[in-house]
């Protein structure tokens, strides 16, 4: 029996996780965190019997206490309760489902505590790679990628040692705008942001995948993850979403890992690793599929994705002004602030303007996000 602490249940990462633990009778669910959505933590408090739960609003928190007194679920709220969460002392594994980077400080405490972690946050190794990486290799704190793409490289690298790697060749979708230049992109509306052509996720990563600035993340992820270079990452433009990633070896073997577009199998591999559980309603009919197609990204309609190659060049504390200017400009078009375009236009002023700090701390880290929100603010019309 594993048992799970699940932050972020209530999302789209967090309901499918849950929605793999319905179907495999070898994980019990111990804790899960939410930002302010009472009803569907009730929902799942119900169903699953975790121990503790953790909202990260304290109105929400006392809204479901209030709910929830005939349970025996221990109820927290805040960061301090993230890290109770996170370090309960019957839990064996981490998912961190949280977007952003208040996942960073539960990671941490997490790893700490000694506790695998299954990560779809992004932006936990792309701000602190350099402090987490060194972190769980001290601890044998196993880390097990959740994005589809990232498990699929390391399912890929099943095949080899890491020495005998020669390229990882991450997949992108292209998102709504694929094959659209710079100049068409002047109108998007929110609207037309939001649809991707193949996966279903949150508003934010939605927004990511249409400006590739979600491509750019996994870019400087995948270096973390996988000890690679700048240069043995290339993205290769893939529309149908099918093979979700492959490593090339140095004798020229190419290996890569398709399947449907749904995140229950990334999610269940991280989880159930090194077995593999059946799975229903995930089949892939290749007779079915008329076309495989790869292309190269446009660097220049696509900026998002050749400012993440230059932060990762760059390093230090450069990546978290990426990643914090990104998510307060995801937020100004949300709110119908900004103009797409002005998504990267934004994060290329918060690089230029960074004052760059080579080792950061965490304490670093923070501090340049905080000083990245208030730059942004300051360009707002």
């Not at 990560?119 to 704190?141: C, F």
């Not at 193949?198 to 990511?208: A, E, L, P, Y």
């Not at 089949?283 to 079915?288: A, C, G, N, V, W």
């Not at 709110?335 to 236009?345: H, N, S, V």
Request: charged residues 25%.
């Amino acid at each position: 029996m594993k048992n799970l602490v699940i932050m972020g249940s209530t999302g789209s990462i967090g309901t499918q996780t849950l929605d793999v633990v319905r179907n495999q009778p070898d994980f019990k669910v111990c804790g899960l965190s939410a930002n302010t959505d009472v009803d569907k933590m009730e929902a799942q408090v119900r169903e699953f019997h975790p121990r503790a739960v953790c909202m990260m609003d304290e109105k929400a928190a006392e809204e479901l206490k209030s709910r929830l007194p005939d349970t025996d679920t221990d109820i927290y709220s805040g960061m301090e309760g993230m890290i109770e969460l996170a370090t309960l002392p019957e839990s064996s594994m981490l998912v961190m489902a949280v977007v952003g980077m208040i996942a960073l400080k539960p990671t941490i405490a997490a790893i700490q505590a000694k506790k695998d972690i299954a990560l779809s946050n992004k932006e936990v190794l792309v701000t602190a790679g350099h402090l987490i990486i060194p972190m769980a290799k001290r601890g044998g704190v196993r880390i097990f990628p959740v994005d589809s793409e990232h498990s699929a490289i390391f399912q890929c690298l099943q095949a080899g040692s890491g020495k005998e790697v020669k390229r990882i060749l991450l997949t992108a979708s292209g998102g709504p705008f694929r094959g659209k230049k710079r100049e068409e992109l002047m109108n998007v509306t929110v609207e037309d942001a939001l649809k991707h052509p193949n996966w279903s996720m949150g508003r934010k990563i939605t927004i990511d995948s249409a400006t590739m600035v979600n491509k750019g993340l996994e870019v400087m992820e995948a270096g973390w993850l996988f000890g690679v270079r700048k240069s043995q990452i290339e993205v290769l433009v893939h529309p149908q979403s099918i093979l979700h990633s492959a490593v090339e070896y140095v004798d020229g073997a190419v290996i890569g890992q398709m399947g449907v577009p749904d995140m229950r199998l990334p999610i269940q591999y991280a989880l159930t690793y090194p077995a593999r559980k059946p799975m229903q309603n995930n089949t892939l009919d290749l007779t079915q599929i008329s076309q495989l197609t790869f292309e190269k990204p446009d660097l220049e309609a696509m900026a998002g994705l050749r400012l993440a190659f230059e932060a990762m060049e760059e390093g230090g504390n450069i990546p978290t002004v990426y990643n914090a200017a990104n998510e307060r400009a995801v937020q100004y078009f949300l709110e119908r602030k900004i103009g797409f375009l002005q998504i990267t236009d934004f994060i290329k002023e918060a690089m230029d303007n960074a004052d760059y700090i080579g080792q950061p701390t965490l304490e670093d880290i923070l501090e340049t996000e905080e000083e990245t929100h208030e730059f942004l603010e300051s360009l707002l019309p």
